[in-house]
């Protein structure tokens, strides 16, 4: 039994059309305690998506029927299975504010949320860096090397940590190691360590948690969870509380990767946001 914090749902334009309720009796079957809904927030209104699919997150228009439909299974599956409505933020350096904005507009609605970076501006241009191994390479070409686009990744998320959001703050900070999803196809020479070490104490000194992302383990080019298993002995050495998530973008996929996640780690259910209800 264990509690999977971040779900995707069919409000996912780059995801499945699997229904909520399809989630959830998978959910069930697997022994799952309870699912957080952390379905991609819109992205700021003036901010262009640059995924070449235009498909990183769902509409803004969409947010109360997402809403409206969690609190609907809420209530048909209470008996089963614990559900918290959630959002996985984007933190996008140039639009905090806008941010802010919709936390404050969603966050009465909200029992969870997980604070992720994936897009990156270099040299003047933004970037899904996770949307293939095209476009991440070339952001290392815009860059100049690929140590370059793990520093700025870093950097991103450091700045995530740090920013205070005042109305309602995401206590989760995503796949800290996402910059590694091509890791077998752009080999890194370079130590990341150090960047690990500010970035884990920064979330220590918060009070936040992490997201033990296990979706790396089934991409063709990573092959470990975000963050690997060193990275995980160094958090809980500093306590922090650590989240699974399966990061599923289809019923299937949930507790995918769990086998590999490190059984010594004492995973939690998520945290509740600071202000939320």
């Given at each position: 039994?264990y509690y999977d914090g971040h779900v995707h749902t069919p409000f996912c334009?780059?995801?499945?059309?699997?229904?909520?309720?399809?989630?959830?009796?998978?959910?069930?079957?697997?022994?799952?305690?309870?699912?957080?809904?952390?379905?991609?927030?819109?992205?700021?209104?003036?901010?262009?998506?640059?995924?070449?699919?235009?498909?990183?997150?769902?509409?803004?228009?969409?947010?109360?029927?997402?809403?409206?439909?969690?609190?609907?299974?809420k209530k048909t599956y209470e008996k089963f299975i614990t559900i918290q409505?959630?959002?996985?933020?984007?933190?996008?350096?140039?639009?905090?504010?806008?941010?802010?904005?919709?936390?404050?507009?969603?966050?009465?609605?909200?029992?969870?949320?997980?604070?992720?970076?994936?897009?990156?501006?270099?040299?003047?241009?933004?970037?899904?860096?996770d949307y293939d191994e095209n476009v991440f390479e070339e952001m290392i070409?815009?860059?100049?090397?690929?140590?370059?686009?793990?520093?700025?990744?870093?950097?991103?998320?450091?700045?995530?940590?740090?920013?205070?959001?005042?109305?309602?703050?995401?206590?989760?900070?995503?796949?800290?190691?996402?910059?590694?999803?091509?890791?077998?196809?752009?080999?890194?020479?370079?130590?990341?360590?150090?960047?690990?070490?500010?970035?884990?104490?920064?979330?220590?000194?918060?009070?936040?948690?992490?997201?033990?992302?296990?979706?790396?383990?089934?991409?063709?080019?990573?092959?470990?969870?975000?963050?690997?298993?060193?990275?995980?002995?160094?958090?809980?050495?500093?306590?922090?509380?650590?989240?699974?998530?399966?990061?599923?973008?289809?019923?299937?996929?949930?507790?995918?990767?769990?086998?590999?996640?490190?059984?010594?780690?004492?995973?939690?259910?998520?945290?509740?946001?600071?202000?939320?209800?």
């Amino acid at each position: 039994m264990y509690y999977d914090g971040h779900v995707h749902t069919p409000f996912c334009p780059h995801g499945s059309d699997d229904s909520f309720e399809k989630y959830i009796e998978r959910a069930i079957a697997l022994g799952i305690k309870g699912l957080s809904f952390t379905e991609h927030a819109p992205l700021p209104k003036n901010f262009e998506d640059p995924a070449p699919a235009k498909d990183s997150s769902m509409q803004y228009a969409d947010l109360n029927s997402y809403f409206q439909k969690i609190r609907d299974v809420k209530k048909t599956y209470e008996k089963f299975i614990t559900i918290q409505t959630g959002l996985e933020i984007d933190f996008i350096e140039g639009y905090e504010w806008e941010t802010e904005q919709l936390l404050r507009e969603v966050g009465p609605e909200l029992d969870d949320a997980i604070l992720s970076v994936h897009f990156l501006n270099i040299e003047g241009k933004y970037y899904c860096m996770d949307y293939d191994e095209n476009v991440f390479e070339e952001m290392i070409k815009r860059s100049g090397t690929l140590a370059s686009v793990y520093k700025q990744y870093f950097t991103a998320v450091e700045k995530s940590i740090d920013y205070p959001f005042i109305n309602v703050q995401p206590l989760r900070i995503g796949h800290i190691t996402l910059a590694k999803k091509f890791q077998k196809l752009f080999s890194a020479d370079f130590s990341i360590e150090e960047d690990i070490d500010h970035i884990l104490h920064k979330i220590s000194q918060r009070g936040m948690s992490l997201d033990y992302n296990s979706a790396g383990v089934v991409k063709p080019y990573c092959g470990e969870p975000y963050p690997p298993s060193w990275i995980i002995k160094e958090a809980q050495k500093r306590k922090i509380p650590l989240v699974y998530g399966s990061d599923a973008h289809s019923a299937k996929g949930l507790g995918q990767g769990f086998e590999q996640i490190e059984p010594y780690a004492k995973l939690t259910s998520p945290l509740l946001l600071d202000g939320a209800k």
